[in-house]
């Protein structure tokens, strides 16, 4: 099964038990990134300088990725030029998660519960239904992280976006930060890719950096 790089951070944030996502609100900010990465790589969007543009409107296939797409599109489209893309983040990073979640739960890999805070405040948690797609997630990253495989476009860019929202522990979660991150700053600057697709990655982790300052100071 083929996921999004921003389910692939979901399922990673998400716990296993209670469904509760970890460090929700930088995770929040890096499932936004992924998915504009995704569009990207998918040649739908373009983002150079910091600054984004939709290229080519057709269907990926994927509806996480076409809703994006459309709402980059009609919201750019009375820009006088090419927005930020810490702008885009900023304006959909809070709504992206719900959508992610929903995309999981419709390829089975969470469930939802509706549970109730103290009694009184309704909240939804999406535990662990079938965990081998995340179980083959982690093998992944361990063997680019601590055996130095060699990544592709679409892990480099997945490494690229945790490292630059700092989240690292949740790939990583028994390790402590210094024994990943050199590595994974290794990665996300290096040129896995063409030139236009490690302009992206770079692009994508320097906005990831700059939010992750706001994420810190709020």
């Known amino acids: 099964m083929t996921l ?3 389910e692939e951070i979901m399922l990673l944030s998400l716990d296993d038990d209670s469904g509760a996502a970890r460090e929700r609100q930088a995770c929040q900010w890096a499932v936004a990134g992924a998915i504009v990465l995704e569009l990207v ?12 543009a939709v290229v080519d409107t057709a269907s990926t296939g994927v509806w996480l990725l076409d809703d994006r797409l459309r709402m980059i599109d009609a919201w750019a489209a ?7 893309v810490t ?11 719900d959508a992610t979640l929903e995309s999981l739960r419709e390829r089975g890999l969470v469930s939802q519960e509706q549970r109730k ?26 063997g680019l992280v601590l055996r130095h495989g060699e990544p592709d476009d679409r892990s480099a860019g997945l490494i690229a976006l945790l490292h630059g929202a700092k989240l690292h522990r949740l790939a990583f979660p028994d390790l402590p930060r210094k ?34 300052l706001v994420t810190m100071r709020s």
């Open 4 to 6: 999004t790089l921003g």
């Open 179 to 212: 024994e990943v991150s050199p590595r994974m700053r290794e990665i996300a600057e290096g040129r896995w890719a063409g030139e236009s697709v490690s302009k992206a990655i770079q692009d994508m982790q320097a906005a990831m950096s700059a939010v992750a």
């Open 41 to 52: 790589l998918a040649g739908r969007v373009s983002v150079d300088c910091g600054r984004i």
């Open 117 to 142: 805070v103290l009694g009184l405040f309704p909240v939804r948690r999406f535990p662990e239904a079938d965990g081998s797609v995340e179980r083959e997630l982690r093998g992944r990253l361990e």
């Open 78 to 84: 009375g820009k006088s030029k090419p927005p930020k």
């Open 87 to 97: 702008e885009w983040l900023t304006k959909n990073h809070r709504k992206v998660l």
